[in-house]
C-alpha cells in the first residue's frame, strides 16, 4: 500500500513558476514509477510527466522544455518544477504510483494508487 500527499500548488501568473511535490508513505518506494496527472474542468484527466523506477523520464508534448521531474528514492518524494507556465497548464495536479509490472506508465490506468490533488491555476 502506498499513500501519497501532494503539496505545492497555488496561483501564478503567466510566465510563472511553481515547485510540486509529493511525499509517499511505504518502504518500496524506489520500486514503483512516479507520474503527475492534470485535470483541467470538463476535461478528462491527462498524463504529464512520469520518471520510472529505472529512472527513464517521459513528458507529454506540451509540458516538455517547461517542466522537470525528479524523485529522491531516499526521501520517498517526487517533484514536479514546473516553469514558464501558461493558462492551459491551469488544473489539478495529481502526483500517481504505478508498480513495477507496468511496462506501459503513460494512462491513468496504468497507475495503482493516487495522491488527493492540488490545484495549480495560472492567470493570464
Known amino acids: 500500500q502506498v499513500q501519497l500527499v501532494e503539496s505545492g500548488g497555488g496561483l501564478v501568473q503567466a510566465g510563472g513558476s511553481l515547485r510540486l511535490s509529493c511525499a509517499a508513505s511505504?518502504?518500496?518506494?524506489?520500486?514503483?514509477?512516479m507520474g503527475w496527472f492534470r485535470q483541467a474542468p470538463g476535461k478528462e484527466r491527462e498524463f504529464v510527466a512520469v520518471?520510472?523506477?529505472?529512472?527513464?523520464?517521459y513528458y507529454t508534448d506540451s509540458v516538455k522544455g517547461r517542466f522537470i521531474i525528479s524523485r529522491d528514492n531516499a526521501k520517498n518524494t517526487v517533484s514536479l518544477q514546473m516553469n514558464s507556465l501558461k493558462p492551459s497548464d491551469t488544473a489539478v495536479y495529481y502526483c500517481?504510483?504505478?508498480?513495477?509490472?507496468?511496462?506501459?506508465?503513460?494512462?491513468?490506468?496504468?497507475?495503482?494508487?493516487w495522491g488527493q490533488g492540488t490545484q495549480v491555476t495560472v492567470s493570464s
Open positions: 520518471q520510472t523506477w529505472s529512472g527513464t523520464v
Open positions: 500517481a504510483a504505478a508498480g513495477p509490472s507496468k511496462v506501459i506508465v503513460v494512462a491513468a490506468n496504468d497507475y495503482d494508487y
Open positions: 511505504g518502504r518500496t518506494f524506489s520500486r514503483y514509477s
